[in-house]
């Protein structure tokens, strides 16, 4: 079965700083791959996905995440986050079955 | 476009009712999953629907629970009797035919007293 580990908790970063959350995957063929963001009292909002093609996807809010088979990742990154960016972000991964492996997820603080 | 609709967002009940939570899916989806958050097990899935049909319950944690989905677009999750450690917030997701993507919905926040 597919599992999904994010190794960070927690991250504080600075208002205009770049961010990168990992996530890490532990699947035998080629995952689906997701993130997904939670803001506080809110459902889950889809961020980006990864299906195929393009190592390299573009979401939404800014974000993109890169997927490296070599090192069974899928990291999140922002060039310059906004205190609109807290929150918790969690990292997913599915194959092909339509069910989702969610990872523990990483709370976001930015300080201004 | 209207997304994945929660009822109630916020339920306050006492050990032993009956608690009955709502979702309709994005219309067109044919999959919908209710997953369980909690601070110590995080997301996890209940149960998964295709097509009306229950797919996978191995998530349902016991005979308290139980879900039905009548139609393509209603679903219930109800737990009774329901007990203080079911205190949780409750989302339901759906996804369109032969996508892997969920959508969530807002969730219910529930506390059993």
């Known amino acids: 079965a597919q599992s999904v580990t994010q190794p960070d908790i927690h991250i504080t970063v600075s208002e205009g700083a770049s961010l990168e959350l990992r996530c890490n995957y532990s699947y035998g063929a080629t995952p689906y791959l997701f993130w997904y963001v939670q803001s506080p009292g809110q459902g889950l909002q889809l961020l980006l996905k990864?299906?195929?093609?393009?190592?390299l996807v573009q979401g939404i809010k800014g974000f993109e995440a890169e997927f490296k088979r070599s090192q069974s990742s899928f990291n999140l990154r922002k060039p310059s986050v906004h205190w609109s960016d807290a929150a918790e972000y969690f990292c997913?991964?599915?194959?092909?079955?339509?069910?989702?492996?969610f990872g523990a997820g990483t709370t976001v603080t930015v300080r201004a | 476009d209207a997304g994945v609709i929660q009822s109630p967002r916020h339920e306050v009940t006492e050990m032993g009712q009956e608690v009955t939570l709502r979702c309709k899916p994005i219309?067109?989806?044919?999959?919908l999953f209710w997953y369980r958050q909690t601070m110590m097990r995080g997301l996890e899935l209940l149960i998964y629907?295709?097509?009306?049909?229950?797919?996978?319950d191995s998530g349902m944690p016991e005979d308290r629970f139980s879900a039905k989905m009548p139609n393509a677009s209603f679903s219930t999750l109800k737990i009774q009797p329901s007990e203080p450690r079911d205190s949780a917030v409750y989302f339901c997701a759906s996804s369109p035919p032969e996508s892997e993507t969920q959508y969530f919905g807002p969730g219910t926040r529930l506390l059993v007293l």
């Open positions: 629907f295709n097509n009306n049909v229950p797919i996978d």
């Open positions: 990864y299906f195929s093609g393009d190592t």
């Open positions: 219309s067109g989806h044919n999959s």
């Open positions: 997913a991964v599915g194959a092909g079955d339509y069910k989702l492996s």
